[in-house]
Protein backbone atom coordinates (compact mmCIF):
# COMPACT_ATOMS: atom_id res chain seq x y z
CA UNK A 1 0.00 0.00 0.00
CA UNK A 2 1.67 3.57 -0.88
CA UNK A 3 1.00 7.25 0.13
CA UNK A 4 -1.59 7.26 -2.81
CA UNK A 5 -4.13 5.56 -0.96
CA UNK A 6 -4.44 8.56 1.77
CA UNK A 7 -4.10 11.46 -0.85
CA UNK A 8 -0.40 11.90 0.29
CA UNK A 9 1.97 14.10 -2.55
CA UNK A 10 5.18 14.92 -2.64
CA UNK A 11 8.21 13.43 -2.60
CA UNK A 12 8.71 10.47 -0.44
CA UNK A 13 5.01 10.06 -0.25
CA UNK A 14 5.01 6.57 -2.00
CA UNK A 15 8.02 5.35 0.61
CA UNK A 16 5.37 5.75 3.45
CA UNK A 17 3.97 1.70 4.09
CA UNK A 18 1.88 -0.04 6.37
CA UNK A 19 4.38 0.26 9.14
CA UNK A 20 4.95 3.75 8.88
CA UNK A 21 1.51 3.70 9.41
CA UNK A 22 1.57 2.00 12.27
CA UNK A 23 3.95 4.01 14.07
CA UNK A 24 2.28 7.37 13.43
CA UNK A 25 -1.46 5.33 14.54
CA UNK A 26 -2.87 5.53 10.97
CA UNK A 27 -4.68 1.74 10.63
CA UNK A 28 -3.81 0.93 14.70
CA UNK A 29 -6.49 2.00 17.12
CA UNK A 30 -3.93 1.48 19.93
CA UNK A 31 -1.47 3.50 18.13
CA UNK A 32 -0.29 6.26 20.22
CA UNK A 33 -0.70 9.89 19.74
CA UNK A 34 1.62 11.72 17.82
CA UNK A 35 2.97 14.46 20.01
CA UNK A 36 2.84 16.89 17.18
CA UNK A 37 0.00 17.26 14.89
CA UNK A 38 0.26 18.51 11.40
CA UNK A 39 -0.69 21.92 12.57
CA UNK A 40 2.16 22.11 15.06
CA UNK A 41 2.90 21.34 18.67
CA UNK A 42 0.23 20.11 20.86
CA UNK A 43 -1.79 18.77 17.61
CA UNK A 44 -3.66 15.80 18.73
CA UNK A 45 -4.29 14.50 14.93
CA UNK A 46 -2.82 10.85 15.05
CA UNK A 47 -0.59 11.44 12.48
CA UNK A 48 2.53 11.16 14.24
CA UNK A 49 5.91 13.87 13.40
CA UNK A 50 7.32 11.64 11.19
CA UNK A 51 4.67 12.81 8.67
CA UNK A 52 5.61 15.91 9.58
CA UNK A 53 8.32 16.43 6.94
CA UNK A 54 5.83 15.82 3.81
CA UNK A 55 4.91 18.92 2.00
CA UNK A 56 1.07 17.92 2.95
CA UNK A 57 -0.25 15.18 5.08
CA UNK A 58 -3.71 13.65 5.19
CA UNK A 59 -5.76 15.99 7.13
CA UNK A 60 -4.52 19.19 5.45
CA UNK A 61 -5.38 17.54 1.85
CA UNK A 62 -8.83 16.79 3.15
CA UNK A 63 -8.71 20.49 4.22
CA UNK A 64 -7.53 21.69 1.38
CA UNK A 65 -9.83 19.68 -0.75
CA UNK A 66 -12.93 20.59 1.34
CA UNK A 67 -12.22 24.22 0.50
CA UNK A 68 -12.09 23.30 -2.94
CA UNK A 69 -15.14 22.13 -3.35
CA UNK A 70 -16.87 24.75 -1.03
CA UNK A 71 -15.66 27.61 -3.22
CA UNK A 72 -16.82 25.37 -6.64
CA UNK A 73 -19.96 25.17 -5.36
CA UNK A 74 -20.03 28.52 -4.22
CA UNK A 75 -19.27 29.89 -7.86
CA UNK A 76 -21.72 27.15 -9.30
CA UNK A 77 -24.55 29.01 -7.20
CA UNK A 78 -23.33 32.77 -8.12
CA UNK A 79 -23.29 31.70 -11.59
CA UNK A 80 -26.52 29.66 -11.49
CA UNK A 81 -28.36 32.90 -10.47
CA UNK A 82 -26.42 35.15 -12.94
CA UNK A 83 -27.80 33.17 -15.73
CA UNK A 84 -31.65 33.11 -14.34
CA UNK A 85 -31.11 36.62 -14.11
CA UNK A 86 -29.38 36.86 -17.42
CA UNK A 87 -32.28 34.93 -18.92
CA UNK A 88 -34.92 36.91 -17.76
CA UNK A 89 -33.39 40.23 -19.20
CA UNK A 90 -33.61 38.48 -22.51
CA UNK A 91 -36.78 36.89 -22.13
CA UNK A 92 -38.17 40.29 -21.60
CA UNK A 93 -35.93 42.40 -24.23
CA UNK A 94 -37.41 39.44 -26.48
CA UNK A 95 -40.97 40.97 -26.06
CA UNK A 96 -40.07 43.98 -27.79
CA UNK A 97 -40.27 44.21 -31.73
CA UNK A 98 -37.01 44.87 -33.42
CA UNK A 99 -35.69 45.08 -36.91
CA UNK A 100 -34.54 42.13 -38.87
CA UNK A 101 -31.23 42.62 -40.71
CA UNK A 102 -31.48 44.35 -44.16
CA UNK A 103 -33.00 42.12 -47.00
CA UNK A 104 -32.76 43.40 -50.57
CA UNK A 105 -36.08 43.89 -52.31
CA UNK A 106 -36.75 41.61 -55.83
CA UNK A 107 -36.29 45.14 -57.79
CA UNK A 108 -32.83 46.09 -56.07
CA UNK A 109 -34.35 49.00 -53.85
CA UNK A 110 -33.21 49.36 -50.54
CA UNK A 111 -36.31 47.68 -47.42
CA UNK A 112 -38.16 49.69 -45.31
CA UNK A 113 -36.40 49.84 -41.93
CA UNK A 114 -39.17 49.27 -39.77
CA UNK A 115 -41.02 45.21 -40.52
CA UNK A 116 -44.19 44.99 -38.69
CA UNK A 117 -43.27 40.79 -37.52
CA UNK A 118 -42.85 40.05 -33.87
CA UNK A 119 -40.71 37.92 -31.44
CA UNK A 120 -42.67 35.76 -28.88
CA UNK A 121 -41.28 32.62 -27.43
CA UNK A 122 -41.17 28.92 -29.36
CA UNK A 123 -42.17 26.35 -27.21
CA UNK A 124 -38.82 24.24 -26.93
CA UNK A 125 -38.28 21.57 -30.37
CA UNK A 126 -40.31 24.09 -32.19
CA UNK A 127 -37.99 26.11 -34.05
CA UNK A 128 -35.20 24.03 -36.34
CA UNK A 129 -32.96 24.82 -38.94
CA UNK A 130 -35.44 23.39 -41.21
CA UNK A 131 -38.31 25.57 -39.51
CA UNK A 132 -36.22 28.75 -38.72
CA UNK A 133 -38.86 31.25 -36.84
CA UNK A 134 -40.42 33.72 -39.19
CA UNK A 135 -38.09 37.32 -39.91
CA UNK A 136 -38.36 39.60 -37.19
CA UNK A 137 -39.44 43.44 -37.51
CA UNK A 138 -39.79 46.46 -35.79
CA UNK A 139 -37.23 49.16 -34.27
CA UNK A 140 -36.67 49.06 -30.55
CA UNK A 141 -37.93 52.44 -28.73
CA UNK A 142 -36.15 55.00 -30.25
CA UNK A 143 -34.48 53.72 -32.60
CA UNK A 144 -33.87 55.48 -36.14
CA UNK A 145 -32.56 53.14 -38.37
CA UNK A 146 -32.75 56.23 -41.53
CA UNK A 147 -32.20 59.15 -39.52
CA UNK A 148 -35.48 61.18 -40.85
CA UNK A 149 -37.32 60.34 -37.86
CA UNK A 150 -38.91 56.92 -39.24
CA UNK A 151 -38.25 54.62 -36.78
CA UNK A 152 -41.09 53.40 -35.16
CA UNK A 153 -41.80 52.03 -31.79
CA UNK A 154 -43.73 49.48 -30.69
CA UNK A 155 -44.14 46.53 -28.09
CA UNK A 156 -46.54 43.49 -28.97
CA UNK A 157 -46.99 40.48 -27.17
CA UNK A 158 -47.85 37.08 -28.84
CA UNK A 159 -51.40 36.10 -28.58
CA UNK A 160 -54.42 36.67 -30.69
CA UNK A 161 -54.85 40.29 -31.29
CA UNK A 162 -57.79 42.08 -30.80
CA UNK A 163 -57.41 45.60 -29.55
CA UNK A 164 -55.89 46.89 -33.14
CA UNK A 165 -57.19 50.82 -33.36
CA UNK A 166 -59.71 51.40 -35.93
CA UNK A 167 -58.78 51.86 -39.73
CA UNK A 168 -60.33 55.94 -39.57
CA UNK A 169 -58.73 56.63 -36.41
CA UNK A 170 -55.02 55.66 -37.44
CA UNK A 171 -52.60 57.96 -39.26
CA UNK A 172 -53.19 59.21 -43.22
CA UNK A 173 -50.21 58.00 -45.06
CA UNK A 174 -48.53 60.63 -47.53
CA UNK A 175 -49.70 60.77 -50.75
CA UNK A 176 -46.50 62.39 -52.17
CA UNK A 177 -44.18 59.86 -50.68
CA UNK A 178 -44.95 57.01 -48.50
CA UNK A 179 -43.43 57.05 -44.79
CA UNK A 180 -43.94 54.89 -42.21
CA UNK A 181 -46.51 56.26 -39.76
CA UNK A 182 -45.30 56.34 -36.15
CA UNK A 183 -47.36 54.03 -34.20
CA UNK A 184 -47.35 52.90 -30.78
CA UNK A 185 -48.77 49.72 -29.53
CA UNK A 186 -50.75 50.55 -26.15
CA UNK A 187 -53.97 48.75 -25.99
CA UNK A 188 -53.12 44.48 -27.36
CA UNK A 189 -53.86 42.15 -24.77
CA UNK A 190 -50.63 41.16 -22.92
CA UNK A 191 -51.07 37.45 -23.96
CA UNK A 192 -49.04 34.05 -24.36
CA UNK A 193 -48.52 32.39 -27.48
CA UNK A 194 -50.65 28.65 -27.34
CA UNK A 195 -47.88 26.10 -28.09
CA UNK A 196 -50.54 23.08 -28.55
CA UNK A 197 -53.11 22.93 -31.39
CA UNK A 198 -56.50 22.66 -29.88
CA UNK A 199 -57.75 19.22 -31.02
CA UNK A 200 -61.02 20.94 -32.14
CA UNK A 201 -58.90 23.02 -34.52
CA UNK A 202 -60.09 22.25 -38.26
CA UNK A 203 -57.28 22.32 -40.66
CA UNK A 204 -57.21 24.52 -42.94
CA UNK A 205 -56.71 23.53 -46.95
CA UNK A 206 -54.04 24.77 -48.84
CA UNK A 207 -54.62 25.20 -52.17
CA UNK A 208 -52.54 27.18 -55.28
CA UNK A 209 -52.74 28.60 -58.45
CA UNK A 210 -52.06 26.35 -60.92
CA UNK A 211 -50.41 28.35 -63.89
CA UNK A 212 -47.65 30.01 -60.78
CA UNK A 213 -46.01 26.40 -60.94
CA UNK A 214 -45.62 26.47 -64.85
CA UNK A 215 -42.92 27.88 -67.25
CA UNK A 216 -45.01 26.78 -70.23
CA UNK A 217 -48.33 26.95 -68.54
CA UNK A 218 -48.54 23.22 -69.36
CA UNK A 219 -51.39 21.78 -68.15
CA UNK A 220 -49.28 18.39 -67.12
CA UNK A 221 -46.22 20.63 -65.88
CA UNK A 222 -49.08 22.67 -63.76
CA UNK A 223 -50.25 19.21 -61.81
CA UNK A 224 -46.84 17.62 -61.72
CA UNK A 225 -45.95 20.18 -59.44
CA UNK A 226 -48.71 20.81 -57.34
CA UNK A 227 -48.74 17.04 -56.84
CA UNK A 228 -44.97 17.55 -55.91
CA UNK A 229 -45.73 20.34 -52.89
CA UNK A 230 -48.39 17.53 -51.71
CA UNK A 231 -51.26 20.06 -52.51
CA UNK A 232 -54.09 18.81 -53.32
CA UNK A 233 -56.51 21.67 -54.56
CA UNK A 234 -55.89 23.92 -57.19
CA UNK A 235 -57.70 27.19 -58.96
CA UNK A 236 -57.49 27.03 -63.14
CA UNK A 237 -56.42 30.34 -64.58
CA UNK A 238 -54.33 30.87 -67.59
CA UNK A 239 -53.62 26.79 -69.04
CA UNK A 240 -52.08 25.17 -72.37
CA UNK A 241 -54.08 22.18 -72.90
CA UNK A 242 -53.53 21.68 -76.17
CA UNK A 243 -49.98 24.13 -77.60
CA UNK A 244 -51.83 27.34 -76.73
CA UNK A 245 -52.35 29.56 -73.60
CA UNK A 246 -55.86 29.87 -72.89
CA UNK A 247 -57.33 31.88 -70.20
CA UNK A 248 -60.25 29.18 -68.33
CA UNK A 249 -62.66 31.38 -69.63
CA UNK A 250 -61.59 30.55 -73.45
CA UNK A 251 -61.46 26.64 -73.11
CA UNK A 252 -63.78 24.64 -75.42
CA UNK A 253 -65.44 21.55 -74.05
CA UNK A 254 -62.92 19.02 -75.24
CA UNK A 255 -60.37 21.32 -73.45
CA UNK A 256 -62.10 20.91 -70.43
CA UNK A 257 -62.66 17.12 -70.76
CA UNK A 258 -58.86 17.13 -70.84
CA UNK A 259 -58.34 19.53 -67.79
CA UNK A 260 -61.09 17.43 -66.19
CA UNK A 261 -59.01 13.46 -66.60
CA UNK A 262 -55.66 14.96 -65.64
CA UNK A 263 -57.10 16.72 -62.57
CA UNK A 264 -58.27 13.66 -61.54
CA UNK A 265 -54.57 11.88 -62.48
CA UNK A 266 -52.76 14.00 -60.39
CA UNK A 267 -55.52 13.80 -57.45
CA UNK A 268 -56.30 16.97 -57.83
CA UNK A 269 -59.47 19.20 -56.69
CA UNK A 270 -60.61 22.33 -57.75
CA UNK A 271 -60.86 25.10 -55.53
CA UNK A 272 -62.38 27.62 -57.21
CA UNK A 273 -62.80 28.75 -61.20
CA UNK A 274 -60.06 31.54 -61.35
CA UNK A 275 -62.43 33.59 -63.34
CA UNK A 276 -62.12 37.66 -63.72
CA UNK A 277 -65.62 38.21 -63.46
CA UNK A 278 -66.44 41.76 -61.91
CA UNK A 279 -62.92 43.00 -63.62
CA UNK A 280 -64.83 45.49 -65.88
CA UNK A 281 -65.46 48.80 -65.63
CA UNK A 282 -68.57 49.75 -63.42
CA UNK A 283 -69.89 52.46 -65.58
CA UNK A 284 -69.42 53.63 -69.36
CA UNK A 285 -67.01 56.52 -68.79
CA UNK A 286 -63.56 56.97 -70.71
CA UNK A 287 -61.10 57.25 -67.23
CA UNK A 288 -57.62 56.67 -69.72
CA UNK A 289 -57.79 53.06 -68.83
CA UNK A 290 -57.76 50.21 -70.73
CA UNK A 291 -60.77 48.34 -68.90
CA UNK A 292 -63.27 47.11 -71.03
CA UNK A 293 -66.83 48.14 -70.16
CA UNK A 294 -69.90 45.55 -71.05
CA UNK A 295 -73.42 46.01 -70.29
CA UNK A 296 -74.31 44.26 -67.64
CA UNK A 297 -77.46 42.19 -69.25
CA UNK A 298 -75.08 41.36 -71.23
CA UNK A 299 -72.03 40.47 -69.41
CA UNK A 300 -74.67 38.65 -66.84
CA UNK A 301 -75.67 35.98 -69.60
CA UNK A 302 -72.68 35.31 -71.17
CA UNK A 303 -69.37 35.77 -69.14
CA UNK A 304 -71.22 34.62 -65.85
CA UNK A 305 -73.24 31.87 -67.47
CA UNK A 306 -69.32 30.46 -69.01
CA UNK A 307 -67.73 31.06 -65.52
CA UNK A 308 -70.66 28.72 -63.89
CA UNK A 309 -70.30 26.35 -67.01
CA UNK A 310 -66.24 26.08 -66.08
CA UNK A 311 -67.31 25.19 -62.75
CA UNK A 312 -69.72 21.82 -63.45
CA UNK A 313 -67.32 20.52 -65.92
CA UNK A 314 -64.24 20.63 -63.39
CA UNK A 315 -66.67 20.00 -60.65
CA UNK A 316 -66.12 23.28 -58.93
CA UNK A 317 -68.51 24.75 -56.06
CA UNK A 318 -66.99 28.05 -56.09
CA UNK A 319 -66.21 31.23 -58.45
CA UNK A 320 -63.43 33.76 -57.72
CA UNK A 321 -64.67 37.70 -59.19
CA UNK A 322 -64.13 40.93 -58.50
CA UNK A 323 -65.68 44.11 -57.56
CA UNK A 324 -66.08 46.77 -60.79
CA UNK A 325 -63.74 48.73 -61.57
CA UNK A 326 -65.29 52.94 -60.80
CA UNK A 327 -63.69 55.47 -63.01
CA UNK A 328 -60.01 56.20 -62.25
CA UNK A 329 -59.38 58.59 -59.53
CA UNK A 330 -62.45 58.46 -58.15
CA UNK A 331 -63.85 57.73 -54.92
CA UNK A 332 -65.42 54.38 -54.59
CA UNK A 333 -67.67 55.14 -51.77
CA UNK A 334 -70.42 56.70 -54.45
CA UNK A 335 -70.44 53.72 -56.64
CA UNK A 336 -70.82 51.02 -54.00
CA UNK A 337 -74.71 50.81 -54.37
CA UNK A 338 -74.64 50.67 -58.29
CA UNK A 339 -71.80 47.56 -57.50
CA UNK A 340 -74.06 45.96 -55.35
CA UNK A 341 -77.25 45.59 -57.48
CA UNK A 342 -74.88 43.94 -59.83
CA UNK A 343 -72.77 41.57 -57.73
CA UNK A 344 -76.15 40.56 -55.94
CA UNK A 345 -77.28 39.90 -59.61
CA UNK A 346 -74.15 37.33 -60.13
CA UNK A 347 -74.33 35.92 -56.82
CA UNK A 348 -78.23 35.15 -57.25
CA UNK A 349 -77.27 33.46 -60.63
CA UNK A 350 -74.30 31.30 -58.90
CA UNK A 351 -76.83 30.00 -56.15
CA UNK A 352 -79.17 29.11 -58.65
CA UNK A 353 -76.16 26.46 -59.67
CA UNK A 354 -75.16 25.73 -56.33
CA UNK A 355 -72.05 28.11 -57.02
CA UNK A 356 -70.71 30.14 -54.41
CA UNK A 357 -69.29 33.83 -55.22
CA UNK A 358 -66.05 34.32 -53.93
CA UNK A 359 -65.07 37.76 -54.08
CA UNK A 360 -61.62 39.51 -53.36
CA UNK A 361 -60.47 42.23 -52.38
CA UNK A 362 -58.08 43.84 -54.86
CA UNK A 363 -56.09 47.63 -55.75
CA UNK A 364 -58.35 50.05 -57.97
CA UNK A 365 -61.71 48.09 -57.85
CA UNK A 366 -64.42 49.57 -55.41
CA UNK A 367 -63.77 46.38 -53.07
CA UNK A 368 -60.21 47.69 -52.61
CA UNK A 369 -59.58 47.52 -48.99
CA UNK A 370 -61.36 45.25 -46.15
CA UNK A 371 -64.13 48.14 -44.79
CA UNK A 372 -65.24 48.58 -48.77
CA UNK A 373 -65.77 44.79 -49.18
CA UNK A 374 -67.35 44.82 -45.35
CA UNK A 375 -69.79 47.03 -47.30
CA UNK A 376 -70.71 45.20 -50.49
CA UNK A 377 -71.03 42.01 -48.51
CA UNK A 378 -73.17 43.49 -45.51
CA UNK A 379 -75.24 45.21 -47.97
CA UNK A 380 -75.00 42.24 -50.98
CA UNK A 381 -76.54 39.75 -47.98
CA UNK A 382 -76.47 36.81 -50.17
CA UNK A 383 -75.36 33.74 -48.10
CA UNK A 384 -73.71 31.87 -51.01
CA UNK A 385 -71.19 35.47 -51.01
CA UNK A 386 -67.87 35.00 -49.29
CA UNK A 387 -64.82 37.64 -49.18
CA UNK A 388 -61.35 36.72 -49.76
CA UNK A 389 -58.71 38.44 -48.22
CA UNK A 390 -55.09 38.93 -50.15
CA UNK A 391 -52.84 40.84 -48.03
CA UNK A 392 -50.39 41.90 -51.00
CA UNK A 393 -53.57 43.56 -52.71
CA UNK A 394 -53.62 45.45 -49.08
CA UNK A 395 -49.78 46.51 -48.12
CA UNK A 396 -49.21 47.10 -52.88
CA UNK A 397 -51.20 50.26 -52.00
CA UNK A 398 -48.20 51.78 -49.13
CA UNK A 399 -50.56 50.14 -46.43
CA UNK A 400 -47.97 48.88 -43.50
CA UNK A 401 -48.53 45.64 -41.47
CA UNK A 402 -50.91 47.14 -38.65
CA UNK A 403 -53.37 48.48 -41.92
CA UNK A 404 -53.59 45.46 -43.33
CA UNK A 405 -54.20 43.44 -39.81
CA UNK A 406 -57.16 46.09 -39.06
CA UNK A 407 -58.61 45.69 -42.89
CA UNK A 408 -58.57 41.99 -42.45
CA UNK A 409 -60.08 42.14 -39.18
CA UNK A 410 -63.35 44.49 -40.31
CA UNK A 411 -63.82 41.62 -43.21
CA UNK A 412 -63.39 38.94 -41.07
CA UNK A 413 -67.10 38.16 -40.49
CA UNK A 414 -67.53 37.60 -44.21
CA UNK A 415 -64.51 35.36 -44.57
CA UNK A 416 -63.65 31.68 -46.13
CA UNK A 417 -60.93 32.21 -48.22
CA UNK A 418 -57.37 33.78 -48.23
CA UNK A 419 -54.76 34.34 -51.16
CA UNK A 420 -51.99 33.98 -50.08
CA UNK A 421 -49.69 37.15 -51.73
CA UNK A 422 -47.00 38.95 -50.09
CA UNK A 423 -45.43 42.47 -50.96
CA UNK A 424 -42.56 44.59 -49.99
CA UNK A 425 -43.28 48.51 -49.91
CA UNK A 426 -40.73 50.33 -52.10
CA UNK A 427 -40.38 53.90 -50.61
CA UNK A 428 -38.90 55.48 -53.61
CA UNK A 429 -42.07 54.48 -55.87
CA UNK A 430 -44.60 57.57 -55.34
CA UNK A 431 -48.09 56.85 -54.38
CA UNK A 432 -50.80 58.88 -56.11
CA UNK A 433 -53.78 56.77 -54.31
CA UNK A 434 -53.65 54.61 -57.94
CA UNK A 435 -51.78 50.83 -58.23
CA UNK A 436 -49.89 50.97 -61.66
CA UNK A 437 -50.32 46.82 -61.59
CA UNK A 438 -47.42 46.66 -64.30
CA UNK A 439 -45.10 48.10 -61.89
CA UNK A 440 -45.52 45.82 -59.19
CA UNK A 441 -42.16 43.45 -58.55
CA UNK A 442 -41.74 43.60 -54.51
CA UNK A 443 -43.87 40.35 -53.92
CA UNK A 444 -41.95 38.27 -51.80
CA UNK A 445 -42.68 35.19 -49.43
CA UNK A 446 -45.69 35.78 -46.70
CA UNK A 447 -42.99 35.49 -44.09
CA UNK A 448 -40.86 38.42 -45.30
CA UNK A 449 -43.80 41.32 -46.52
CA UNK A 450 -45.43 43.94 -45.15
CA UNK A 451 -48.28 42.34 -45.14
CA UNK A 452 -48.61 40.98 -41.60
CA UNK A 453 -49.07 37.51 -42.12
CA UNK A 454 -48.30 36.57 -38.90
CA UNK A 455 -50.18 38.89 -36.97
CA UNK A 456 -53.51 37.71 -39.04
CA UNK A 457 -52.59 34.21 -38.88
CA UNK A 458 -52.36 34.47 -35.13
CA UNK A 459 -56.20 35.96 -35.26
CA UNK A 460 -57.52 33.93 -37.67
CA UNK A 461 -56.58 30.90 -35.40
CA UNK A 462 -59.10 32.05 -32.79
CA UNK A 463 -61.59 32.11 -35.47
CA UNK A 464 -60.77 29.39 -38.03
CA UNK A 465 -63.94 27.31 -36.68
CA UNK A 466 -66.26 29.79 -37.26
CA UNK A 467 -65.29 29.86 -41.00
CA UNK A 468 -64.54 26.69 -41.16
CA UNK A 469 -68.00 25.56 -40.59
CA UNK A 470 -69.36 28.29 -42.43
CA UNK A 471 -67.50 27.16 -45.46
CA UNK A 472 -68.67 23.64 -44.77
CA UNK A 473 -72.41 24.92 -44.39
CA UNK A 474 -72.45 26.34 -47.79
CA UNK A 475 -71.16 22.38 -49.15
CA UNK A 476 -66.99 23.25 -49.57
CA UNK A 477 -64.32 21.52 -47.39
CA UNK A 478 -63.55 23.87 -45.32
CA UNK A 479 -61.39 26.79 -45.45
CA UNK A 480 -58.67 27.52 -48.07
CA UNK A 481 -55.56 29.06 -47.94
CA UNK A 482 -54.53 29.52 -51.78
CA UNK A 483 -50.78 30.11 -52.72
CA UNK A 484 -50.71 33.27 -55.31
CA UNK A 485 -47.12 34.68 -54.92
CA UNK A 486 -46.39 35.91 -58.15
CA UNK A 487 -42.55 36.47 -57.27
CA UNK A 488 -41.18 36.07 -60.37
CA UNK A 489 -43.82 38.67 -61.40
CA UNK A 490 -47.77 39.77 -61.50
CA UNK A 491 -49.86 42.30 -63.24
CA UNK A 492 -53.96 42.69 -63.58
CA UNK A 493 -55.28 39.54 -64.95
CA UNK A 494 -52.37 37.21 -63.31
CA UNK A 495 -49.25 36.34 -62.09
CA UNK A 496 -46.10 33.62 -62.09
CA UNK A 497 -43.57 31.96 -59.88
CA UNK A 498 -42.35 29.36 -61.84
CA UNK A 499 -41.90 25.66 -60.35
CA UNK A 500 -39.28 26.69 -57.67
CA UNK A 501 -40.78 30.23 -56.73
CA UNK A 502 -44.32 27.81 -55.77
CA UNK A 503 -42.17 25.52 -53.83
CA UNK A 504 -40.42 28.95 -51.92
CA UNK A 505 -44.04 30.21 -51.31
CA UNK A 506 -45.44 27.22 -50.17
CA UNK A 507 -42.73 26.18 -47.80
CA UNK A 508 -43.09 29.96 -46.19
CA UNK A 509 -46.46 29.35 -45.67
CA UNK A 510 -46.02 26.72 -43.98
CA UNK A 511 -43.73 28.32 -41.48
CA UNK A 512 -45.99 30.75 -40.63
CA UNK A 513 -48.79 27.92 -40.03
CA UNK A 514 -46.56 26.03 -37.92
CA UNK A 515 -45.46 29.20 -35.65
CA UNK A 516 -49.28 30.39 -35.38
CA UNK A 517 -50.16 26.78 -34.40
CA UNK A 518 -52.83 26.24 -37.18
CA UNK A 519 -53.25 22.64 -38.38
CA UNK A 520 -52.54 21.85 -41.93
CA UNK A 521 -52.14 18.81 -44.44
CA UNK A 522 -50.33 17.97 -47.05
CA UNK A 523 -49.64 14.74 -48.82
CA UNK A 524 -48.64 11.87 -47.20
CA UNK A 525 -47.39 8.03 -47.22
CA UNK A 526 -51.72 7.50 -46.67
CA UNK A 527 -52.16 9.06 -49.77
CA UNK A 528 -49.90 7.21 -51.79
CA UNK A 529 -51.46 4.17 -50.63
CA UNK A 530 -54.71 5.74 -50.81
CA UNK A 531 -54.48 5.81 -54.56
CA UNK A 532 -52.54 2.28 -55.16
CA UNK A 533 -55.79 1.26 -53.59
CA UNK A 534 -54.47 -0.11 -49.90
Known sequence: ??????????????????????????????????????SGAGGTGGVGSRLLG?????????????????????????????????ESALNE???????????????????????????DDIAPGRRSSSNPPPQRAWTDAGDDQHGDGRGVSGRLQAGPLQAIPPVETMPKLSTQRFSTPRIRIRSVAKTTRPTSVPAEL?????????????????????????????????????LNVTGEVKNIMKLDKAELKTVRKLQDDYGLKVTSIGSPIGKVKLLDVDDGSHNRFVPFDKYLKDEVTTAIDRAHALDAKMIRGFSFYHPRGTDPKPHVAKAVDQLGAIARRCAKDGIVYALEVEANLIGQNGQLMAELARKIDEPNLICIFDGGNISSQNLDCLRCLAEYQVM???????????????????????????????????????????????????????IDRRMKKLGLPGMFLELEPH???????????????????????????????????????????EARGF
Not at 22 to 38: D, S
Not at 77 to 85: D, K, N, P, R
Not at 210 to 222: G, L, M, R
Open 412 to 466: RKHLGYFHIKDYRIDPSLEWTGVVDEERLKNFVPADIGDSGHELIFRDLREHLPQ
Open 93 to 119: RNSVLRPVRRMPLLSGHEPLATRCHTT
Open 54 to 86: KPLGVERLLLRDSLFAFSLLLVLLVAGQSCWFL
Open 1 to 38: MTGEVFGLVGPGADDLCLGDLAQVGIGNPGGQRGREGL
Open 202 to 238: PPVILSAFSDEAANSKSVIEQFAVLAALGLQYYSPRF
Open 487 to 529: LKGGGQFGGFSGPDGLGVACRSLCRLLDYAGIPYQLRGFEHIR
